[in-house]
């Protein structure tokens, strides 16, 4: 680690190498009227230096990887903070250190002072730094073993930054997850002001003093496509969209008002899910129509493609960094000017130009002062008219009798880009169920929500049937009151009624919670049984009624009842869907299971506890797993027990994979999964069938092998003679009708049954070993372990391989860790 004497004179050194560096040059035409128009006054930029980092997605540039906590994620080659005279081209560089990293400058108020984040060479985080316009004077703000980035100025002297300490990870990745916070300017009494479990990024004030940002989540819905501009007031209060949350599969980001337009914002449209380090084009938003309505943004005329982090001069003219160039924009005349080039040493160190920012006074914004009250545990929600709101059609007046309220819990580590073992293809996190609270005849809710918490609502009717389902999540500060129009509104309506609100004629209702029952479920622990007891009789591996296997066996990753609910579509959820779906079409409402257990079918009839916990279940999205410490262990991949090539293709190609043109590889002729489902499109490549067209639910990988029973694998079970015990009975292959399958082992004595039953064993002794979450003696992996130390929740003494832990409750202390406490006003 680089000491406080060798940083010191390391910057020294710059100091003086810059000073007989600077090169002089001609400004250009287009650089030429700008400085004698809008950037008069503005001639010195102050811009960042570094590689862009290791992994592509834009987020992922700090930190480390989950799995491997020495792979950082940002970039090598060292670093440089940079100040640019426009006019004469002379670059003096503030601070070079070639092992460490620099990044997101935010220039004060007054023009001089400069607040930014780095890392320093033999260090391994971000941490907030600050320093003169010359830089002299560089000092620490913030210190800790988390990333602060992305810094803001606050109009009241405090700060608003980014930072890892939320100790969070990316729902679909493995990588670090950073939320809003709020300082002093000195770094003290750090407090979050974002309650999200995604990432928050690239603060900015607006001029009426709220901060704009941008917003990941994806509640219920997909996880690529809605990663929008938000605004928050500084001390966390008044929560709302800006712009773009009803516009999938763009990245806005990189958001800064434009001087002289208070409505207007700069802003960065990356497509899809976006590109790395915010690359995108340059766009201006004016929200004046709301906050969806896409036409009032515009691309900047002549603006280069590929662009990222704009300083906004006004007047059109524009900023932008491009690579390894600054480029000045016209946007009136449609025309761009590169204005300064990286020198070629630092090209050829992979180094590239970020986050240009004009050395320039500015006036204050509007300072709001604090809503929140930190005595508080709780803030209050008032909710006008739950059936107004857009795809409400149908839902009359009086029809929806409570809110169930769900709250979005955070990982503590995270392995992968899909929701396993959470679910299948469904919710990516853990849902806490919190209870209910009643609305009014008129529609109108008031009641009590916990401070600081993501909330999620679902409408019920007078059945506890769900009608109307958030896809999304909201908060309260401490003490604050914040008021919803209906459902899914308009976001630029507003409450014109509130004075006759029934709600408003009582004192706010209190979350009722489900008392007895688990407010995280978890499948095998709290469905399961009522499986076994109601409906295994029927749907097991020899009598498989409808071909329905509800049965607890383990395959690769869930188990075969799982699978079966989730395949054959008895569950309705988000399905990593676009959001804002038509009412009753998920949850209870949507779900066939729950016509299935009011005696209706087969006159199988559960007890009301049965159903309540049924009816939980599927309200809090259906989850496999009830516990993260399932992330990352558990599976048997297809490794452990596919047989060669050889027994699939002697013994079932004939049938399962016919000759067929656009088969060009060999896999493709192995009789696993290897096409769509026509109720899951978007199902990945190797849980997809191929060649003929049995629905997935039978012949998926989660389905074919059982790890419980070997015997009792379906791919053992549906070649093998009903005589020997198995489910087949014809001599030619059937059609989809009928279900059944032709004789391929006429008893278990066959020798290729015997290599299938040898490999599925083998599969199950490695499951037997390294455990899944619901098998006696189960420990979570070395990961889990290591971040719950780090956060605080385990002893730092503990041991993963010897010490007792019941990951459930670890879980809850983690969660717990989140919760506000009152009169608590830092971490």
């Given amino acids: 680690m680089m000491g406080r004497r060798s940083f010191c004179v390391g910057v020294a050194i710059v100091a003086v190498m810059a000073s007989g560096a600077a090169g002089a040059r001609k400004p250009g035409p287009l650089l030429t009227r700008a400085l004698a128009g809008p950037l008069k006054g503005a001639e010195q930029v102050v811009f960042a230096v570094r590689a862009q980092g290791q992994d592509p997605h834009w987020y992922a540039n700090f930190g480390y990887w989950c799995s491997d906590p020495q792979r950082m994620m940002y970039g090598s080659g060292g670093a440089q903070l940079c100040r640019l005279n426009l006019r004469t081209g002379k670059v003096t560089v503030l601070l070079d250190d070639p092992r460490g990293s620099v990044r997101d400058p935010a220039v004060h108020y007054d023009g001089r002072g400069v607040l930014f984040s780095y890392r320093k060479g033999g260090e391994r985080r971000y941490n907030l730094y600050r320093t003169d316009a010359m830089g002299k004077g560089i000092r620490r703000v913030t210190k800790g073993d988390w990333d602060d980035i992305e810094s803001c100025w606050l109009p009241n002297g405090q700060i608003a930054f980014c930072s890892s300490r939320c100790n969070r990870w990316v729902n679909c990745w493995h990588t670090q997850v950073a939320i809003l916070y709020r300082s002093d300017a000195d770094g003290s009494n750090a407090r979050p002001i974002s309650s999200n479990i995604e990432h928050d990024n690239t603060p900015a004030v607006l001029p009426d003093g709220r901060i704009l940002y941008t917003r990941w989540e994806y509640v219920d819905r997909s996880q690529v496509d809605f990663h929008h501009l938000w605004t928050i007031n500084p001390d966390g209060t008044g929560q709302m969209a800006y712009f773009g949350n009803m516009h999938a599969r763009q990245l806005f980001i990189d958001a800064v008002t434009i001087p002289g337009r208070s409505r207007s914002v700069a802003v960065i449209f990356c497509p899809g899910h976006g590109r790395r380090e915010h690359v995108g084009d340059l766009h201006v938003v004016a929200p004046d129509a709301g906050p969806d309505t896409r036409e009032w943004a515009r691309p900047v005329a002549g603006c280069p493609r590929n662009v990222r982090d704009p300083q906004p001069y006004g007047n059109g003219w524009f900023l932008v960094a491009r690579q390894r160039q600054l480029v000045l924009v016209d946007g009136n005349a449609g025309k761009a000017e590169v204005v300064h080039n990286l020198p070629e040493p630092l090209r050829k160190r992979g180094l590239e130009i970020h986050e240009p920012r004009a050395l320039r006074p500015r006036e204050r914004e509007t300072v709001l002062a604090d809503r929140a009250d930190p005595a508080q545990a709780t803030g209050r929600f008032v909710l006008a008219d739950v059936t107004h709101g857009r795809r409400m059609d149908g839902v009359k007046p009086g029809e929806i009798k409570k809110l169930l309220v769900l709250e979005s819990l955070p990982k503590p580590v995270n392995f992968s880009g899909g929701p396993e073992p ?190 309540r916990m049924i009816w939980l279940w599927i309200e809090a999205a259906a989850p496999y797993a009830g516990t993260y410490a399932s992330l990352g262990c558990g599976e048997t991949g297809m490794g452990y027990w596919v047989p060669q090539q050889a027994v699939l293709g002697r013994r079932c190609a004939g049938c399962h994979c016919p000759p067929r043109k656009d088969l060009k590889h060999p896999r493709d002729k192995l009789p696993l999964p290897a096409a769509h489902h026509p109720r899951r499109p978007g199902m990945p490549a190797h849980e997809r069938w191929v060649g003929v067209y049995l629905p997935a639910a039978t012949r998926s990988a ?126």
């Fill in 702 to 827: 989660h389905i074919l092998a059982n790890f419980t029973t070997p015997e009792d694998s379906p791919l053992l079970l549906a070649p093998l003679a009903k005589e020997a015990g198995g489910w087949a009975e014809l001599k030619r292959y059937p059609r989809e009708q009928d279900g059944r399958h032709p004789v391929v082992f006429r008893s278990k004595d066959d020798a290729d049954y015997r290599k299938l039953l040898a490999r599925i064993r083998r599969g199950k002794e490695h499951l037997d070993q390294t455990k899944r979450f619901d098998m006696p003696g189960f420990r979570p992996n070395v990961h889990y372990v290591r971040e719950m130390k780090r956060y605080g929740i385990l002893p730092k003494t503990f041991a993963a391989h010897r010490d007792p832990v019941d990951v459930y409750a670890t879980d809850r202390a983690y969660w717990r860790s989140f919760w506000h406490a009152p009169g608590e006003q830092s971490e």
């Fill in 422 to 611: 959470v679910s299948y293809l469904g919710t990516f996190t853990l849902e806490r169920v919190l209870g209910t609270v009643p609305v009014e005849p008129d529609g109108s809710a008031y009641f009590e929500a916990p401070a600081n918490r993501p909330v999620i609502f679902v409408a019920l009717d007078a059945n506890d049937l769900s009608v109307k389902r958030m896809h999304s999540f909201t908060s309260v500060m401490p003490g604050e009151t914040a008021g919803c129009v209906g459902c899914h509104e308009h976001r630029s309506e507003t409450i014109t009624r509130s004075a006759n609100l029934a709600a408003l004629r009582r004192p706010p209702s209190r979350v009722e919670p489900f008392a007895g029952y688990p407010d995280v479920p978890d499948f095998p622990r709290d469905i399961q049984p009522i499986l076994d007891r109601h409906c295994v009789r029927c749907h097991n591996y020899r009598k498989r009624s409808g071909r329905v296997i509800l049965a607890g066996g383990r395959g690769p990753r869930y188990s075969h009842a799982y699978w079966s609910m989730l395949a054959w579509g008895q569950v309705v959820d988000g399905r990593n869907s676009l959001g804002n779906t038509p009412p009753r079409s998920m949850g209870s409402a949507a779900s066939p299971l729950m016509h299935k257990i009011d005696g209706s079918h087969h006159k199988v009839k559960l007890s009301a506890r049965e159903q």
